[in-house]
């Protein structure tokens, strides 16, 4: 029986501690509970911060696109206008024309006018209206009396209509004279209109110019990996008539022309003219044939980078034969024959592989 007993008090013992060590370990549980408790709620509020992060930049995402078709409906009506007032100015230039030649026909017909009534009539048009000297009550002179016998000869036989053509005469040229003055009013007129469209065109080319400069001196560090690339107006002071040059200084070399430089390098001044002016006012697409051509592999690594932040603002499709380039494209399209005389196309869709591959 004793040793029954000191068996079953062993067995107790076991048994408390094991009890003690449940409880030690269900203090541990609930304090560990009490903490991913705790971190839970963190988390919730953690997301729920989150969720409210991401409507509000859904919001201003939607804002952004908002305005951005403004903007582009904008621009759309600015080139629908640009166009609209060069047509005008096409047809006032033609208007000025006709009436600057009218004009010219007016002034010969009066001048053909005025010439022949001094011929016929001796009368000068040009000179005010001879005023009468002579005192109304006082005979005239034998002397006068002879002038007037001489000029009455010299009249020859009386038209009795000639004062009749004169007053004709008269009132035409009157006519001539107000089409004169309505002509010299118009083409004022188209002058001033002119003027004014040719102030709102310097302005916009301007406006436009710097921001085709900032952009092209942007790209082009970004493609030449440094350097300094610059536009230059061949006429400042004139706006409707200047040239554009384009100045070039790659990293290593003095700043030159780009009529100087090398053939890849000429192409990488090209493409950031051109995106230059494509980010000024871009376009939902932009295709681009064989622009890599001339490219080396480090130019065509910075080219291939460009297009890919390019891409967040619109669509790029290129058609190419260089590797590199079709690595960086999300869908391939080519043509192949897999019979004698049928080609068919084949689609292939990169997207995910990049992540599958790693």
Do not use: W
Request: charged fraction near 35%; glycine fraction near 6%; include cysteine.
């Amino acid at each position: 029986r004793r040793q029954k007993l000191t068996s079953l008090k062993g067995d107790v013992e076991v048994l408390d501690e094991e009890i003690a060590q449940r409880q030690r370990r269900e203090t541990e549980i609930g304090k560990r509970l009490e903490q991913l408790t705790g971190e839970i709620d963190a988390l919730y509020h953690t997301l729920k911060e989150e969720e409210e992060r991401l409507s509000t930049l859904k919001g201003k995402i939607e804002t952004a696109e908002l305005t951005l078709r403004r903007d582009r409906e904008g621009l759309r009506v600015l080139e629908e206008e640009k166009a609209k007032v060069f047509r005008q100015i096409k047809a006032m230039r033609e208007e000025i024309a006709e009436k600057k030649l009218a004009l010219s026909k007016q002034e010969m017909a009066i001048e053909s006018l005025v010439t022949e009534v001094q011929t016929r009539f001796q009368v000068n048009l040009r000179e005010s209206s001879p005023s009468v000297k002579a005192d109304a009550g006082a005979p005239p002179s034998e002397e006068e009396i002879k002038d007037l016998e001489k000029k009455l000869d010299a009249l020859g036989e009386i038209n009795f209509m000639a004062v009749k053509e004169f007053d004709e005469l008269q009132e035409r040229l009157i006519f001539l004279q107000r089409q004169k003055a309505d002509l010299l009013e118009a083409i004022q007129t188209l002058t001033e209109t002119i003027q004014r469209i040719n102030r709102a065109t310097s302005s916009r080319f301007k406006e436009t110019y710097d921001k085709v400069q900032g952009y092209f001196s942007e790209l082009f560090e970004k493609l030449f990996g440094g350097g300094r690339g610059e536009l230059r107006l061949t006429d400042p002071k004139n706006y409707r008539e200047t040239g554009i040059e384009i100045f070039a200084h790659p990293p290593g070399k003095r700043f030159q022309a780009i009529r100087l430089l090398s053939g890849g390098e000429k192409a990488l001044v090209a493409i950031a003219f051109l995106f230059a002016m494509f980010l000024t006012r871009p376009s939902p697409f932009c295709v681009l044939d064989e622009v890599d051509a001339p490219l080396d592999e480090g130019n065509i690594g910075r080219f291939n980078k460009l297009i890919v932040e390019m891409s967040a603002l619109s669509q790029f499709i290129i058609i190419t034969h260089n590797k590199n380039t079709m690595a960086f494209a999300d869908t391939l399209l080519g043509v192949t024959m897999e019979q004698p005389g049928v080609s068919k196309i084949v689609s292939v869709s990169l997207e995910g592989l990049e992540d599958e591959t790693t």
